[in-house]
């Protein structure tokens, strides 16, 4: 700190510090910045579930000193009453006087309860798995088609699927049947038919991350089936079948081809030596009498009939 004499007397100067930073800082702060806000705002929305009430009143705790003063009076038979059981699978959300009490889900194991003050839910933890029913969904090539499927999830956090929500379980199955809706309008038939696991991905990270506030974790999703009008499966029908019988067409058609270059081949090798043809007719004649017939047709060479038949000619004349 630095001061100028004037006329009146000293004043202070403050210095300013300049401090340079890295072309790239920005991006890096900026990225940072933004994990931090969203881990802000979990951890807000966790403390709002979790966190203990503020303050029950005078009223609340007067209340509770009665309902303790009530258990230790009838202690033999209060016990019953407040000692309560749960589960492996399950865990307890305590209200006192309507409000969460501090830590959460109890259980599993025992946990204790005021009489008349303390009332509580159960929830189940395992893993819940429903069917989506048969929607009647209209594609992005106007094809109306009937798609089913089945989802499995579970109570990741018990406090906000009490707190945060009336009825988890029906409206995860509700919102599954909606985002089913919602991904397959957007996809074409042939999409819907060969792209069933990257559809399901979707629709599970979809799903997880609309019921995340619901503290519900959406663990795989998967689709049954899907049902084609019987029209459009008789149009394809006939469309694959057309492409068979094209493709049919193109194998013949290339054996032909192969054939008739094979026989070309033969008939330049049979034309060097005239004794080949001879050789042929013989192993056709064993080819024949080898399946028993009665009747066989000899083949004649077509010179050796116009050899007989000029020399009858000659006779004649």
């Not at 881990?39 to 966790?46: F, G, I, K, L, N």
């Not at 499995?152 to 199955?173: E, K, P």
């Not at 081809?257 to 033969?266: D, F, H, V």
Request: hydrophobic share 45%; aromatic share 6%.
């Amino acid at each position: 700190m630095e001061g100028w004499r004037g006329a009146n007397g000293t004043f202070p100067i403050a210095r300013a510090r300049v401090i340079s930073r890295p072309p790239d800082a920005r991006p890096h702060a900026s990225a940072a910045l933004s994990r931090v806000t969203h881990a802000d705002e979990e951890t807000q929305r966790e403390l709002a579930a979790n966190s203990p009430s503020k303050g029950l009143g005078p009223c609340g705790w007067i209340l509770v000193a009665f309902s303790f003063l009530f258990t230790v009076i009838t202690f033999p038979i209060s016990i019953w009453m407040c000692i309560k059981i749960i589960k492996e699978y399950e865990r307890a959300i305590i209200f006192r006087l309507g409000r969460i009490l501090q830590g959460g889900a109890k259980g599993p194991g025992l946990f204790f309860i005021l009489p008349c003050t303390d009332s509580f839910i159960k929830v189940d933890m395992r893993t819940i798995s429903f069917d989506i029913p048969p929607q009647e969904i209209l594609t992005k090539d106007s094809v109306t088609i009937s798609v089913d499927g089945v989802v499995y999830y579970r109570v990741q956090n018990a406090t906000l699927a009490v707190a945060n929500i009336t009825n988890a379980d029906s409206a995860t199955r509700l919102l599954a049947q909606t985002t089913l809706r919602n991904v397959l309008g957007t996809k074409n038939l042939s999409q819907i038919l060969s792209d069933r696991e990257e559809i399901a991905h979707n629709m599970q990270s979809t799903l997880d991350d609309a019921t995340d506030a619901w503290g519900i974790k959406v663990e795989r999703v998967e689709i049954k089936d899907v049902k084609l009008p019987v029209q459009l499966q008789r149009a394809m029908a006939a469309e694959a079948e057309a492409s068979r019988e094209a493709r049919a067409k193109v194998i013949a058609a290339e054996g032909e081809m192969n054939a008739s270059r094979a026989l070309k081949e033969a008939s330049m090798v049979i034309t060097e030596s005239p004794a080949a043809l001879q050789l042929r007719y013989l192993q056709t004649l064993t080819t024949i009498a080898a399946e028993k017939n009665s009747t066989i047709v000899f083949p004649l060479p077509i010179d050796m009939l116009q050899g007989i038949i000029g020399a009858k000619h000659g006779h004649l004349g």
